[in-house]
């Protein structure tokens, strides 16, 4: 069964790239259009599509005034279709918050290359959408209670933390539970470059350790998280005893860079058995190698649960490794992460 898909943008040129790009696809239909926020809302109530992408910036109802009508009153998939300027950005992250499952950033210009480029996201995100856990679209009951304390963890722990679809409001919910004197974390969200230094800066704000978008040769330090820029990998590594932050722009790995696999095999191989790696809601499977790697150095492994997940993709796909210590929904991560980092984890045997 094909995914009806609903497009609302005030914009004639985006309407038709958006509807030229996901009619392509053999498995989405394009139901209707829509060309303000006003006329969006009524046509969601009358064809009730399996999803919709939104315009963030429409005169009259603006995108997120759009979206937070639809969550409480039919929740539904939702992505956003936004500018990359820091407001854009900032709009964005509003958005996710108030439960849209994904967003594209438009193109720069109407060159072919970067319209190509906009085509495959937009179908991409659209699909997965359609993939997400609709009970937890608009919700905002889950709650992750702050860790206190927090008590004393091995010298040398290293936490990665591989997440996508879904991940800003998820992380946004758990960053703030971490205690200050936790170990160093390192995180690779999946994200344009123009948006992970305003996601850093917010979640910063949020948070009780310092988080920051990584640069190169940033020291890992206890209750500090380095988040991936959206142009780069993030490894791991050892300079004269100390672990740093090695930023790679090389080839795109399992799909992705920044990928999650990359940080976890630099994690595996800087610290073996002190690592700890969390894979997170997202779409696909980037991850599942890297928890091999770190699972057989020693290292621990943990995903979230399929019901606390908007898109159960990536943690299913670490999970059916073999290679993962434990499954916990989302207010429990926090907590998990402290009892592993006190145990001895036993190398997978695959």
Not at 91 to 117: E, M, R
Request: glycine letters at 10%; hydrophobic letters at 40%; one cysteine or more.
């Amino acid at each position: 069964m094909k995914t009806r898909v609903l497009i609302v943008d005030d914009s004639v040129f985006m309407r038709t790239v958006l509807k030229s790009a996901l009619s392509a696809a053999d498995d989405i239909d394009v139901i209707a259009t829509a060309q303000n926020g006003t006329e969006g809302i009524k046509k969601i109530a009358e064809l009730k599509p399996d999803v919709v992408t939104l315009d963030v910036e429409m005169p009259g109802l603006d995108g997120l005034q759009v979206l937070e009508r639809v969550m409480k009153e039919r929740p539904l998939p939702v992505v956003m279709v936004s500018t990359k300027t820091q407001q854009g950005a900032q709009t964005t992250f509003d958005a996710l918050q108030l439960g849209a499952v994904d967003y594209v950033a438009k193109p720069v210009g109407d060159k072919s290359a970067t319209l190509g480029g906009f085509r495959d996201k937009v179908v991409k995100a659209v699909r997965t959408a359609a993939a997400s856990n609709r009970g937890l679209l608009g919700d905002k009951a889950t709650a992750v209670s702050p860790i206190t304390g927090g008590g004393d963890t091995p010298q040398g722990v290293v936490i990665g933390i591989g997440i996508s679809a879904g991940g800003p409001a998820t992380l946004h919910k758990m960053i703030p539970a971490i205690p200050t004197n936790t170990p160093p974390i390192v995180i690779t969200q999946h994200m344009p470059a123009e948006f992970t230094g305003s996601f850093a800066k917010r979640l910063n704000q949020a948070a009780r350790i310092e988080v920051k978008q990584a640069e190169q040769g940033d020291a890992l330090a206890p209750g500090c998280a380095l988040l991936a820029p959206g142009s780069h990998h993030l490894r791991v590594a050892k300079r004269s005893g100390q672990l740093i932050a090695n930023l790679d722009d090389g080839p795109k790995v399992s799909g992705f860079r920044p990928a999650v696999d990359v940080m976890f095999e630099s994690i595996a191989t800087s610290v073996g058995p002190l690592a700890v790696a969390v894979v997170m809601t997202g779409m696909g499977c980037d991850g599942s190698v890297g928890v091999q790697m770190i699972k057989k150095k020693g290292g621990a492994t943990l995903t979230q649960d399929q019901a606390t997940s908007i898109v159960y993709g990536m943690p299913k796909a670490a999970f059916e490794t073999g290679c993962v210590d434990r499954v916990e929904p989302l207010d429990r991560i926090p907590a998990a992460i402290y009892e592993m980092m006190r145990r001895t984890a036993v190398p997978c045997s695959t």
